[in-house]
């Protein structure tokens, strides 16, 4: 079973989401562009359109480029679906994305006509976005330590508190991490892409295919950390690792870094998870930016440098977010996925 799907596991037959871009409106102002986190948007003769670099089946459908775009030049067509195999969702995420409907309008009404009616909570809940364009400014130690303060007085298992943050303000660190995480996620990717997307300098080949030896590891792997090979997150990662320039820490002038306690009561993962999202809410709230970066898993690699950090045992790292000023209006209402309930009275 396992192998018989390989097929089905390393290119899966899906439909993705792609951007459709209005010329007429596009004043080539380059935000989509920044603000993209797989780069799938490059400027061409003053205008947005794909870029050339990487295929087109990339698309996460964050709709952070239509978040950004002053014009509303942007539109997102369409949404991540697979219809048969290891990753097949096709009949678990029924219909397509709708706007946030929590007074039970049943049809998309634009968020301002409801804001009023709705809490200052369900406010920052809908309108916060991941931040991938900053600043230069930095966030003062003042309103980092109201953000913490935010994380520490979430619930957790046994109330055990298992968190710890590392908060660096220093560019050149953020700099020597980005480069070390980049340098793990490219040995990952050698193990799990074809040749010819890992050489992504012309545009990308559909055809490509897997060696066997990684066909054999990515149907292995799959089983361990499917997440991590998902095909948007490969196709993600591809573009990170492809350009030296990219940078997974989006240029923001502060970096958190979360870690959890190992003997922590339950699951210090939700525990910690949650922290962080009364830390990202509340940074929100403050007219602060942030985006979670996953990415920094690949510190993994480098125990001694960690250790220069304070990330020693018993404490390891679960996540990391960016903070700063953002850069502009980003933050905005996006379509989701519509909720999975079974309701059982
Ligand atoms: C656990 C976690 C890890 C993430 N890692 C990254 C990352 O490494 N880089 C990045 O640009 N965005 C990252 N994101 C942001 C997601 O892409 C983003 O939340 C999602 O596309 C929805 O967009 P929104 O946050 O604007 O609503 C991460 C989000 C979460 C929750
Ligand atoms: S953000 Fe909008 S206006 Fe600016 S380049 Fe992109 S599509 Fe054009
Ligand atoms: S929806 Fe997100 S991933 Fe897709 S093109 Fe827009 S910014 Fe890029």
Redesign the pocket.
């Known amino acids: 079973m396992l192998f018989e799907n390989h097929r089905f596991i390393s290119f899966p037959q899906a439909s993705y ?1 792609r ?1 459709v871009l209005d010329e007429t409106r596009c004043n080539g102002c380059g935000r ?1 562009i920044k ?4 780069q ?2 490059m400027i061409k003769d003053e205008k947005a359109c794909p870029n050339e670099r990487y295929d087109d089946f ?9 978040s950004v775009c002053p014009q509303d030049a ?1 539109t ?1 067509k369409g949404d991540y679906r697979v219809k048969k195999g290891f990753w097949k969702n096709a009949d678990l995420v029924k219909g397509g994305k709708t706007l946030p409907d929590p007074l039970f309008f049943h049809d998309e009404k634009p968020f301002e006509d409801y804001e009023h009616d709705l809490t200052e909570t369900e406010k920052v809940i809908y309108k916060r976005r991941s931040i991938r364009l900053y600043r230069k400014k930095q966030v003062p130690r003042e309103l980092v330590h109201r953000v913490i303060e935010a994380g520490r007085f979430a619930p957790s298992a046994g109330n055990n508190q298992p968190w710890k943050f590392i908060v660096i303000q220093n560019k050149d660190l953020i700099s020597e991490i980005n480069q070390k995480c980049k340098k793990f996620i490219k040995i990952v990717m050698r193990g799990t892409m074809p040749d010819s997307w890992l050489k992504k300098q012309t545009p990308g080949d559909k055809n490509a295919k897997l060696k066997k030896w990684q066909t054999v590891a990515t149907s292995l792997l799959v089983k361990w950390r499917a997440g991590d090979l998902d095909p948007r997150a490969r196709g993600g990662m591809n573009t990170v690792t492809s350009d030296p320039d990219y940078d997974i820490f989006l240029g923001a002038p502060t970096l958190i870094i979360i870690l959890a306690d190992k003997r922590g009561i339950g699951s210090i993962d939700l525990d910690t998870g949650i922290c962080t999202q009364n830390m990202v809410l509340a940074a929100h709230s403050l007219g602060l930016g942030t985006c979670y970066i996953g990415l920094i898993d690949g510190l993994m690699m480098y125990p001694k440098f960690r250790k220069s950090m304070g990330i020693t045992h018993p404490f390891e790292i679960v996540t990391s977010f960016t903070l700063g000023y953002p850069q502009g209006q980003i933050d905005n209402i996006v379509k989701r996925e519509q909720a999975r309930v079974n309701w059982i009275d």
């Open positions: 989401a951007f989509c603000t993209c986190p797989i799938l948007l990339r698309c996460i459908t964050c709709q952070n480029c239509v942007i997102i």
